[in-house]
């Protein structure tokens, strides 16, 4: 460790000194090269002593193409017991939940099919700590009390979110038809992830083309002039229609040879907000006029995506996402609800990524480069609007080996060049009672590059397995280095019980502070405690407990009526229950309740006003200063539901939702009140094979009580969604 930071210290280069940079960009590359000279002697020095080098195989490690009915190692697996789940994420290698170095959830594709869950959102609204604020521009997520601090991986690439920390695919611009499953971590995962890995992490794992031509309903046909073996081909193929004018479609296929298997989705939707009424706008993109008691007719939402994916042995991959939607809505002010404006929020995204995953010299080597362009436009109105254009690049060496006969290390080098173009405007002039008002916020284009060196060791013992692991990150625009660190204690108390143990440490990329100027960025971190205690039966039945603690510090908020505020230390603790239980393979039930504590100081914002000059020349600023306090999101979340399988043909199930009421403010803290959050009810019914064989009809309700709740807007309070129902037509071929 103190090489590294030797090693680190040797490379910073003062980012205004451009005469520096090339030297700068040259240093980083022989680093790089030392790291991978120094890993392979590791690996060669330790290859004759390690008595495992023959049992590895690309299934136990690869953490993009493992299946979840492939052959895993079962060293990997120390104390699996029967649990068939899958996970990625905590350790960069397959293996149980239960054994994986963090707190850990699982919903695969069937959990998916089965509780009718149609957006991300409402997975993670199943799993304990999570509260998704359902805004009219995106869903917002909260764990644990942070929001906007949750890293998405789709298929292993980060999910940029950016300086307004906003994009989040949680709602119908991506679709779950084309998962595998979603693995959760809940506390920071820093170490192995590297920057916004803060108060948890969300891994999308998507299908390939074996998982999906290994059903029984795939079709076989023989191509002899390319092949002697067989290629097994199937898929599907998707079409639902629901009220606010929702309709999607979705078809996927897979394809599977004797060495290789591909996959190919393609996804498209829209939706209307608010079923299409007419609302009274103050000011309308279309004409760029202000306007006032004008009824308009917001546009359909629209949303396109497509996935695709290419692997061979197991041992090369080549994989790319592409989506794109356009999502309008009508934005109110605080205190005049009756009237609003229109606004628009754009967000194509794309990434193509290729790994390779072999076995040499007794160690496990994983190599994966990435490319992400991602164009994001938030459109409030005219004159308030957030701009981002990220172009990112990154390459990464991972290293699994053996030590000590059972030991595992993991240990990577990663680099990442990343070009944005961002700017940020705030609340238009006319709409602040003309009071002089301006912000000091500026369209700001910058580079940043950043190196990172990270390992995480674990041993096993008869009585359990201990964990630690450390990074270390220098990004060119950080003031100083940015250290994650992990240590933690699993221990099986009986082949149904265990006890779990994690801490670790997180940061979030502070982009939205270049708004304001600054070169040299400040971050806030995050340092969090677990405790859990977990029994799963051999029938899968589950209960856990886990209680935390997490303390942020130097924690920046934005504000549209300001910039950003001076930052501030938060303590969270809390308490997060899971059950789930199974009744003679007919019905399951599971329930999770979440509480959290929080104690914390307030956030200071302060905005200029206007200079008054002196007859002696000098001039005093004044300014307008307010206080707000920290948005909690819901410190009480209870959920719950149950899935009915009523016969071999058809299956009902129901899910709850409730929190208790939500603080908010706005302008200046002089607006404050409550979210209304009665509970929600969605229900589903699905018919299969009727009238046809490999068909699946299913019908659905959202808010099926039809309560009447809100949620916040950019400036005001906005109403949720009524009773609204669905239909769903599926066809496997």
Not at 614 to 625: E, L, Q, W
């Amino acid at each position: 460790m103190i090489l590294a930071c030797k090693i680190f210290s040797g490379c910073k280069v003062p980012m205004n000194n451009s005469k520096h940079s090339y030297t700068n960009f040259c240093t980083k590359i022989c680093i790089t090269i030392l790291y991978v000279i120094i890993l392979i002697s590791f690996s060669l020095l330790d290859a004759d002593s390690s008595e495992r080098s023959g049992s590895y195989s690309s299934d136990a490690f690869n953490i993009d193409f493992i299946s979840e009915d492939a052959a895993i190692d079962d060293t990997m697996l120390m104390f699996v017991g029967e649990e068939l789940d899958v996970v990625t994420v905590a350790s960069r290698t397959a293996e149980s939940p239960s054994t994986a170095p963090a707190v850990v959830s699982v919903v695969d594709h069937n959990d998916i099919v089965n509780y009718g869950y149609k957006t991300l959102a409402e997975v993670l609204s199943s799993i304990p700590g999570f509260y998704i604020s359902d805004q009219g521009m995106g869903s917002l997520p909260y764990l644990r009390g942070i929001s906007n601090g949750i890293l998405i991986l789709y298929d292993g690439v980060p999910v940029p979110t950016g300086g307004p920390r906003s994009y989040y695919p949680l709602d119908h611009e991506l679709s779950l038809n084309s998962v595998k499953r979603i693995e959760v971590i809940r506390g920071p995962g820093s170490v192995l992830w590297g920057a916004d890995a803060f108060a948890g992490i969300v891994n999308i794992v998507p299908f390939r083309g074996k998982d999906v031509t290994s059903k029984p309903v795939s079709v076989k046909y023989s191509q002899k002039k390319y092949s002697q073996k067989d290629y097994l081909v199937s898929g599907k193929a998707e079409l639902s229609a629901g009220s606010k004018r929702s309709i999607k479609g979705f078809a996927d296929a897979g394809c599977k040879g004797k060495n290789w298997d591909a996959y190919l989705s393609a996804y498209g939707g829209q939706n209307q907000y608010d079923n299409g009424i007419p609302v009274n706008v103050i000011f309308s993109e279309k004409d760029g006029k202000s306007i006032v008691g004008n009824n308009e007719t917001i546009d359909n939402s629209q949303y396109r995506e497509f996935t695709a994916n290419f692997n061979f042995k197991d041992s090369f991959s080549l994989s790319g996402r592409y989506s794109d939607f356009n999502k309008y809505d009508a934005q109110t002010l605080s205190d005049a609800v009756s009237y609003g404006w229109l606004s628009e929020k754009k967000v194509p995204a794309n990434h193509i990524k290729a790994n390779y995953s072999t076995i040499w010299g007794g160690s496990h080597w994983n190599m994966t480069a990435y490319y992400q362009d991602v164009s994001y436009d938030q459109m409030y109105a005219k004159q308030t609007s957030i701009e981002e254009d990220f172009s990112i690049f990154y390459g990464e060496l991972l290293w699994d080996h053996r030590f000590f006969k059972r030991g595992l290390i993991t240990a990577g080098i990663s680099y990442r060049e990343n070009d944005v173009q961002s700017g940020w405007g705030f609340m238009p002039e006319y709409l602040l009672s003309g009071s002089y008002f301006k912000q000091q916020i500026k369209k700001v284009d910058y580079k940043n590059s950043l190196q990172s060196l990270f390992s995480q060791y674990r041993h096993p013992f008869s009585w359990g397995e201990i964990w630690a692991g450390f990074r270390f990150d220098d990004n060119s625009m950080y003031e100083d280095y940015a250290p994650s660190y992990s240590v933690g204690i699993n221990i099986p108390l009986t082949d149904k019980w265990r006890v779990k143990t994690a801490f670790g440490t997180g940061y979030r990329t502070p982009y939205s502070q270049q708004w304001t100027g600054k070169e040299i960025l400040t971050r806030d971190e995050v340092s969090t405690l677990n405790l859990q205690a977990e029994w799963i039966s051999n029938q899968g039945d589950t209960l856990s407990a886990t209680a935390y603690m997490s303390r942020l510090s130097d924690n920046v908020q934005t504000d549209p009526y300001a910039t950003l505020s001076a930052p501030s230390d938060q303590d969270f603790s809390g308490v997060e229950l899971f059950c789930k239980k199974k009744f003679a393979e007919k019905l399951e039930i599971y329930t999770s309740i979440s509480k959290i504590l929080y104690s914390g100081a307030d956030y200071n914002f302060s905005v200029f006003e206007k200079s008054i000059l002196r007859p002696d020349g000098s001039h005093v600023d004044t300014y307008r200063n307010w206080t707000e306090e920290y948005e909690l999101g819901a410190d009480f979340i209870v959920n719950g539901g149950f899935l009915w399988h009523f016969n071999s043909k058809v299956d009902f199930n129901l899910n709850a939702f409730w929190t208790t009421p939500i603080k908010y403010t706005y302008k200046e803290n002089t607006i404050t009140g409550e979210y209304n959050n009665p509970m929600l009810l969605n229900s589903e019914i699905r018919v299969k094979n009727i009238p046809y064989d490999d068909f699946m009809i299913a019908v659905g309700c959202k808010n099926i009580l039809d309560g009447e709740f809100t949620y916040p807007g950019f400036y005001g309070v906005v109403k949720g969604d009524p009773l609204t129902g669905y239909a769903v037509i599926r066809y496997s071929f």
